[in-house]
């Protein structure tokens, strides 16, 4: 279960860790954000819910003590009190009386205003009788205000009626209209604005609470992203110094920066590469000896041989002694091979092959490459020429005949080596590497069997992969695939 969403988390994610990084943070400062906003909405309205309360209840009872002191007027005095009110109090109540019933656009609802409208009435009707009245409180916008009638906005009053008109509160605050009925076409109508009411007409997440949230968010994914840069750029350093050095080329020493993780990395990394790089030398210099020291006591050997009079047992030693010698050069060549000191470069695999092939045709063997198109890799030409002679011989010495194949794909070049011998058993396939390994014989001076372990060694050099397959109807496939 750990390797399926594995792969899932790596199939969603960026590959990037620039981007995966940032994305991850990015998220969770988004995260942060809305839970921060919504833990502030919360105590916002908790905070506004008792501050409404107590405005609400004080606006009611004003506003019942002004309807009670208005009920009780006669019809021919309430003209006076009106243009009373509107000369002492216009900015802070519009009253007016009206034929008709007023229809108004209100504000969307919510739960505030739903505790604002029941305080309110609950006031009024503790100063004011509403039991046969309908009470008809409503939150309208300051702009879409409207008195007298349906035509009239507010803020459209000639200049003389502006002193009779309401402050504009400019901090989007509503304005209450109360409504109700005192007769017959007969309708008082009052409005005031709500103080500091934009809580209920504003939402969590407002243009400016929003545009906060967007420059918070981008100026901590800017410095997150920054962040990641400085930590991944000797990261990536690292990663193409150990390509480098898994491909047999010379490492430059990395410089030492970054985090003290990443410090004791690189430090760690450098020891390891300069020990890789004395090994390697000591093992040269020591296979060397070996080629030296071993030729003065097989050629010894072998003169000593030569003075046996038993002819049987004379011949059988010196096979013996030419098989341990076929066996020393060969080892020694293995290990030449594997250490040829060499530059990449580019290197053309198809006119490779086509070299190749033409070296290989004196043994008037079938030889043919089917590479149509220029396959261009960065490699060393010697050891890669070594790799395809290897896979050529083998073809022709087991299968009577050689077919390179050659194609691009997305991520990696293919190159196929292909025979019609009769193949190997997928048991066998991976012990072909092996050392001095062969299937049905046993090491000769012509083959020793390390061939396949050769080809591997360079392969691996080159950061390629190697594998055998069957060919149909019968034969053997050698797929090395190199990587781009």
């Not at 790596?10 to 860790?17: C, F, G, N």
């Not at 009245?133 to 009626?161: A, C, G, Y």
């Not at 502006?162 to 008082?188: I, K, T, Y």
Request: aromatic residues 6%; contains cysteine.
């Amino acid at each position: 279960m750990i390797g399926f969403w594995s792969k899932q988390r790596d199939r969603l994610l960026p590959q990037s860790i620039i981007a995966r990084m940032t994305l991850i943070l990015l998220l969770g400062i988004l995260l942060a954000q809305l839970m921060s906003a919504l833990i502030w909405n919360r105590q916002l309205q908790a905070t506004e819910r008792a501050r409404l309360t107590e405005v609400s209840e004080s606006m009611g009872a004003r506003i019942g003590q002004t309807l009670e002191f208005f009920s009780r007027l006669p019809k021919s005095y309430r003209h006076i009190v009106l243009d009373q009110l509107r000369d002492m109090g216009g900015t802070r109540f519009f009253v007016s009386v009206n034929q008709n019933y007023l229809e108004l656009e209100e504000l969307p609802e919510n739960d505030l205003q739903g505790l604002v409208r029941g305080r309110l009435i609950e006031s009024l009707a503790a100063q004011f009788d509403v039991s046969n009245r309908t009470v008809d409180v409503q939150f309208v916008s300051f702009d879409d205000l409207r008195i007298l009638n349906n035509r009239n906005r507010m803020v459209e009053l000639p200049p003389k009626w502006q002193s009779f008109a309401l402050l504009n509160p400019g901090d989007n605050s509503p304005a209450v209209v109360v409504q109700l009925p005192l007769g017959e076409q007969e309708w008082v109508y009052l409005a005031t604005v709500f103080p500091e009411g934009r809580i209920l007409v504003d939402t969590v997440f407002n243009a400016e609470r929003i545009l906060s949230m967007a420059v918070v968010t981008l100026t901590a994914a800017l410095l997150t992203m920054l962040l990641v840069l400085g930590i991944v750029r000797p990261l990536r350093r690292l990663a193409k110094q150990a390509d480098a050095l898994g491909r047999g080329q010379t490492m430059e020493t990395i410089p030492v920066e970054g985090t003290r993780e990443m410090q004791t990395t690189i430090r760690a990394f450098n020891q390891m590469a300069q020990r890789i790089e004395k090994y390697i030398s000591d093992r040269e210099r020591l296979f060397a000896s070996i080629s030296h020291d071993l030729k003065t006591p097989l050629t010894r050997a072998r003169l000593r041989a030569e003075l046996i009079d038993d002819e049987t047992l004379r011949n059988a030693l010196t096979n013996d002694l030419n098989n341990l010698e076929a066996l020393v050069k060969a080892s020694l060549q293995m290990i030449k091979d594997g250490a040829i000191h060499e530059n990449s470069e580019p290197v053309n695999l198809k006119e490779l092959a086509e070299r190749c092939l033409n070296s290989a045709k004196v043994e008037d063997l079938p030889c043919r490459s089917n590479i149509t198109a220029d396959l261009w890799i960065n490699g060393r030409p010697l050891s890669l020429e070594r790799l395809l002679t290897n896979l050529i011989d083998n073809a022709l010495h087991y299968g009577r005949a050689a077919e390179i194949n050659g194609w691009l794909e997305e991520d990696s070049i293919v190159i196929a080596v292909c025979d019609r011998g009769p193949g190997i058993s997928n048991e066998l396939k991976e012990k072909v590497f092996e050392p001095f390994f062969r299937i049905d014989k046993a090491p000769t001076s012509v083959h020793v069997g390390l061939g396949m372990g050769i080809v591997r060694s360079i392969a691996q050099l080159h950061g390629a992969s190697i594998e055998l397959k069957d060919r149909e109807p019968k034969g053997l496939i050698v797929e090395v695939r190199f990587p781009l």
